[in-house]
């Protein structure tokens, strides 16, 4: 059974940085890419980040030139710093996990979740 686990979500001020942590368990983590979703309140879930298992990235418009996405395999852990941050990036922020090395963006190309962590932005 595969878990998925966020951490590093809080309270930031707008201009700051934040780093979030996606821990998985109960797989082969290395032939997995990995992808951050955000869903702020009243809104649909949306992909932010995403690492493939060769270790490239690729993002959505909203956090390009302001993101770094990295994995330790040998901890199982992908880590996703987000700069200059906005009060629009308050969201719960979500890791999911794919087996696709297509760059998946879509939520239905994910087959294991998260339960997201919380970021707030203030301004």
């Known amino acids: 059974q595969m878990q998925v686990t966020e951490s590093g979500g809080g309270l930031v001020q707008a201009g700051g940085s934040l780093r979030l942590s996606c821990s998985v368990s109960g797989g082969r983590f290395t032939t997995y890419t990995i992808g951050w979703f955000r869903q702020a309140p009243g809104k649909e879930r949306e992909f932010v980040a995403g690492i493939s298992r060769y270790g490239y990235t690729y993002s959505a418009d909203s956090v390009q030139g302001r993101f770094a996405i990295n994995r330790d395999n040998n901890e199982n852990t992908v880590y996703f710093e987000v700069n200059k941050l906005k009060p629009e990036d308050t969201s719960v922020y979500f890791c999911?996990?794919?087996?696709?090395?297509?760059?998946?963006?879509?939520?239905?190309?994910?087959?294991?979740w998260g339960q997201g962590t919380q970021v707030a932005i203030s301004s």
């Open positions: 999911a996990v794919s087996t696709s090395d297509t760059y998946p963006r879509r939520e239905e190309e994910y087959a294991y």
